[in-house]
């Protein structure tokens, strides 16, 4: 017995099962039946597709956070690979302006 039915055995015990009664039950309470019945059936159907929904949430959270950690990583490569070439720049500027330096003295 899987967590749905429990929920609807709980629930089940709120009204009884025999016919009488549960007409009976029904009649105070200003309901019919089949209403009954047709709420258990949207319950269950309701809590398997919640269910198929968290198994489809779970599997695009962790493809958004497989890629969130690519994108991270790439970045991070690539701001190391400006830092880097913006050094290079800075040292090819002052190796210029030595030579300039060296052609003028």
Known sequence: MDNREKIIS???NKYPERALECNEYCRTRGLYKAELESW?????????????????????LKQLRSENKKLKKE???KEKA??????LLVLRKKLDALWE???DA
């Open 82 to 87: 400006l830092a880097e070439t913006a050094a």
């Open 40 to 60: 258990k059936t949207h319950f269950i159907k309701g809590s398997e597709q919640n269910v198929t929904q968290e198994k489809t949430d779970r599997n695009v």
């Open 101 to 103: 330096e060296n052609e």
């Open 10 to 12: 709980h629930y089940r």
């Open 75 to 77: 970045l991070n490569r």
